[in-house]
């Protein structure tokens, strides 16, 4: 989802992907957003997740271990270089609830 400096819903994207893990979806949500934010001339990105993992692994504080992950974590990392400055927090899944309601709409499109 992506919101404007005022908190305004600009755009927001659901699919589905295949038989992944749930840490492989959410690098693909985040670097879905970060081109589509470039996209739309974005040049300052404040992202959130609700993926510790993930979170933890853009801010380089875990190693990106797994070999399905590193790529996508080399790429949301090349897209974030784009941009004049970048941060990214983690959220609790229950403080998120927007963003599992477009999953929840890709997978019963797809049922």
């Known amino acids: 989802m992506i919101r404007d400096a005022d908190g305004n819903v600009l755009?927001?994207?659901?699919?589905?992907?295949?038989?992944?893990?749930n840490n492989v979806?959410?690098?693909?949500a985040l670097i879905w957003g970060i081109e589509r934010a470039v996209?739309?001339?974005a040049d300052e990105l404040e992202l959130r997740g609700d993926?510790?993992?993930v979170v933890?692994?853009?801010?380089?504080?875990y190693k990106v271990k797994h070999?399905?992950?590193?790529?996508?974590?080399?790429?949301?990392k090349e897209s974030l270089a784009k941009l004049s400055?970048?941060?990214?927090?983690?959220?609790?899944?229950e403080q998120n609830a927007e963003a599992d309601k477009l999953v929840n709409q890709a997978l019963d499109a797809a049922s």
Do not use: C, F
């Not at 590193?70 to 949301?76: C, E, G, T, Y």
């Open 67 to 76: 070999p399905d992950m590193k790529p996508l974590n080399a790429r949301a």
């Open 85 to 93: 400055s970048w941060s990214i927090s983690h959220v609790r899944r």
């Open 11 to 21: 755009e927001d994207h659901g699919e589905t992907i295949g038989q992944a893990t």
């Open 25 to 28: 979806a959410e690098y693909k």
């Open 39 to 41: 996209e739309l001339g």
């Open 51 to 53: 993926s510790e993992l």
């Open 56 to 61: 933890k692994q853009m801010l380089g504080q």
